[in-house]
T-cell receptor
Framework: DSGVTQTPKHLITATGQRVTLRCSPR?????VYWYQQSLDQGLQFLIQ???????AKGNILERFSAQQFPDLHSELNLSSLELGDSALYFC??????????????FGPGTRLLVL | GDSVTQMEGPVTLSEEAFLTINCTYT??????LFWYVQYPGEGLQLLLK?????DKGSNKGFEATYRKETTSFHLEKGSVQVSDSAVYFC???????????FGKGTKLSVKP
């Protein structure tokens, strides 16, 4: 158990809809990262937040947005969903801002299926 | 841009066989290199890492050496077990982008 929790575990929705994925980082970790894992694209970094502020952006679509709240939990909002958004979405956390040099702890993921 | 290339899987081995999973990278500067493992139905876990050239990372019998001259970080284990069945991801940090860059992953199946 990494200490990172994600809800829900599974989500099934229709094209055009909007969903929110939630992540609670390990106790004491200030950075939260979101990743998308799909068969064709592999594991891709989406976005990082550090202590409530956006820190780094990767291949995140404009239809997607995220935020980190004062209690450090984070939400990833996916809107105008398309079939190709079906994937496993992981959240990870680390203690400081430089989460590449230190260990990132991954949650179990949310599996999104868009029909 | 920065990238990581891993050998394609799946890799199927018998228990106690020797394992090598190749990983090469392209990056500016001197990145840190990682191997992450994903067991079925779980998130990724850090397996080992190396932060500078010639460093050897090791954990649970797995080893990888940071080779700057060949831009490689191959994962090895002398004797695999059924419990090692998982997907292994090579990753780098510290090139031109400020985040982890992952390879596509290599699925390992170990048969008893």
């Amino acid at each position: 158990d990494s200490g990172v929790t994600q809800t829900p575990k599974h989500l099934i929705t229709a094209t055009g809809q909007r969903v929110t994925l939630r992540c609670s980082p390990r106790s004491g970790d200030l950075s939260v990262y979101w990743y998308q894992q799909s068969l064709d694209q592999g594991l891709q970094f989406l976005i990082q937040y550090y202590n409530g502020e956006e820190r780094a952006k990767g291949n995140i679509l404009e239809r997607f947005s995220a935020q980190q709240f004062p209690d450090l939990h984070s939400e990833l909002n996916l809107s105008s969903l398309e079939l190709g958004d079906s994937a496993l979405y992981f959240c990870a956390s680390s203690a400081s801002i430089r989460g590449g040099e230190e260990t990132q702890y991954f949650g179990p993921g949310t599996r999104l299926l868009v029909l | 841009g920065d990238s990581v290339t891993q050998m394609e899987g799946p890799v199927t081995l018998s228990e106690e066989a020797f394992l090598t999973i190749n990983c090469t990278y392209t990056a500016t500067g001197y990145p840190s290199l990682f191997w992450y493992v994903q067991y079925p139905g779980e998130g990724l876990q850090l397996l080992l890492k190396a932060t500078k050239a010639d460093d050897k990372g090791s954990n649970k019998g797995f080893e990888a050496t940071y080779r700057k001259e060949t831009t490689s970080f191959h994962l090895e284990k002398g004797s695999v077990q059924v419990s090692d069945s998982a997907v292994y991801f090579c990753a780098l940090y510290g090139g031109s982008q400020g985040n982890l860059i992952f390879g596509k992953g290599t699925k390992l199946s170990v048969k008893p």
